[in-house]
């Protein structure tokens, strides 16, 4: 694993283990996305991102204070026959208001479950750079490929987002006061913004992670740093030079299960994961003696590791 350099780092923190039958919640950029699917595949009962990828740490404090507050609406627009919500990402739309309507009031109540029963909640800032509808004022989540005339665009400042975040913090803890809350900064650099650009506004993000990390249960877990500074090599990105690859996800996730999980518990994903490679082992001839007596030593083998750990979640 190559996480060398932040052996002695995780020494001097005092993050609490997580354990199966924990509840997770990933929201924010496209990172939440990537770490989310691999603790679901783990076994672990999880909600990702359900109003799709948001980049903006105030976007996301208002996805939340939404689902939190009955007396809260989210903005819809249309566009040609499709409808959208300003507060969430495209992958979020209806063909009507009312089937729109139904979607999110799902989202919602799918959210507000898992705020309140969670035992981690995971929020990976992506951008500081907002988008300001300018007919309302209004930071939007997802511009929805509409014309950049609608909207006024400016880098938020660390004490716009930590006084927001705070906020939201005490919401959080008063629906939930055992959860415990990860920040996280994704490693994509949003070059679209330009390289000076998006280095002010990572900048921003971690010096407001940082004050953040002073309210009680609030902590950091440094995905930014280690890729920029153990996987800086070119060969951890996609053909972009943006976007970690699968190997960085891999190598994020051996640091991931470093910081956070005990010993018998790695040894345990380690198993589900033999599992996993012997159902997806690709046969030459499916239909031989020798296939059938690998399929039935797999279910064996998996029905004797989900009865030892029932607190395991089926992916």
């Given at each position: ?74 903005r819809v627009l249309k566009q040609e026959d499709i409808f959208f919500s300003w507060e969430l990402s495209g992958s979020v ?223």
């Open positions: 694993m190559s996480a060398s350099n932040y052996q002695q780092w995780l020494k001097d923190q005092s993050f609490p283990k997580f354990k199966q039958g924990d509840f997770f919640v990933f929201l924010g950029s496209c990172f939440s996305d990537e770490l989310g699917a691999i603790i679901r595949s783990n076994g672990f009962n999880s909600l990702v991102n359900p109003g799709g990828t948001i980049f903006h740490p105030l976007a996301i404090a208002k996805l939340i204070e939404w689902t939190l507050d009955d007396s809260l609406s989210l739309y209806g063909m009507s208001s009312d089937e729109l309507a139904l979607k999110i009031e799902k989202l919602r109540l799918d959210l507000r479950k898992y705020l309140r029963k969670a035992n981690q909640l995971f929020v990976t800032f992506g951008s500081a750079w907002a988008y300001r509808l300018k007919s309302d004022g209004a930071i939007v989540a997802n511009c929805h490929k509409q014309s950049s005339q609608l909207f006024q665009k400016e880098n938020s400042t660390v004490e716009e987002i930590v006084t927001r975040w705070k906020s939201v913090i005490s919401l959080l803890k008063k629906e939930n006061p055992s959860i415990a809350i990860f920040f996280t900064v994704s490693p994509v650099r949003h070059i679209k913004d330009g390289y000076i650009e998006n280095n002010r506004s990572k900048a921003r993000l971690l010096l407001a992670v940082e004050e953040l990390q002073e309210e009680s249960g609030v902590f950091y877990f440094p995905a930014y740093e280690f890729v920029m500074d153990e996987l800086r090599d070119f060969r951890y990105f996609k053909a972009d030079g943006v976007h970690p690859n699968q190997e960085a996800v891999l190598e994020l996730w051996d640091f991931f299960q470093s910081s956070f999980f005990s010993d018998d518990t790695i040894d345990m994903l380690l198993q589900w994961q033999q599992i996993r490679q012997a159902e997806q082992h690709k046969i030459l001839y499916p239909k031989s003696q020798a296939a059938r007596r690998h399929m039935e030593q797999t279910m064996k083998r998996k029905a004797q590791f989900l009865s030892a750990h029932p607190l395991f979640h089926l992916p």
